[in-house]
């Protein structure tokens, strides 16, 4: 998720972002975060919604410029409240919209704030070989069963 110093400034609201979820060949897309927050975990591409974009077209510009992969948007597969404390202070609040994707071209490659990006296979993010933000493996329950349906 793309962030900056106002980004990790208490707001007067949630931070409106968008996370794209590409899964392939039993594997799942993901990035490691190079900065605050979650920075070493690693995480669906994603990150702050612009003024005037789409949800879906954050979530593939961020795919873009954390991945150099691109994909065409698919539906929302849930909303969820990212957040992170200090103690009793709240230090960021992310409402984050997460969009199934369909990859289109490109192989991953760490660019903008991520440290790394590659395709991880599912039994690996199972097993705990990667640690992992908050929603990864409910998200990813919920892209399997989605990727199941369609």
């Known amino acids: 998720m793309t962030t900056d110093a106002s980004a990790t ?17 039993g594997c799942a897309l993901l990035v490691q975060r190079g900065q605050a927050p979650n920075a070493g975990c690693w995480s669906f591409p994603g990150g702050k919604i612009q003024a005037g974009e789409t949800v879906q077209q954050a979530a593939l510009r961020e795919l873009q410029e954390e991945t150099g992969v691109q994909a065409s948007a698919g539906s929302i597969l849930t ?27 490109g192989e991953p ?8 990006a590659r395709w991880i296979p599912i039994e690996q993010l199972r097993r705990g070989d990667y640690p992992l933000t908050d929603s990864v493996l409910p998200v990813l329950d919920l892209a399997l069963s989605h990727a199941r349906v369609t």
Do not use: F, K, T
């Open 9 to 25: 400034e208490l707001q007067p609201g949630p931070i409106p972002a968008a996370s794209a979820v590409l899964l392939q060949n």
């Open 79 to 105: 909303a969820l409240d990212v957040m992170g404390r200090s103690g009793a202070s709240l230090d960021y609040h992310y409402l984050l919209v997460v969009i199934y994707c369909h990859w289109r071209a």
């Open 109 to 116: 490659r760490a660019a903008d704030d991520a440290a790394d």
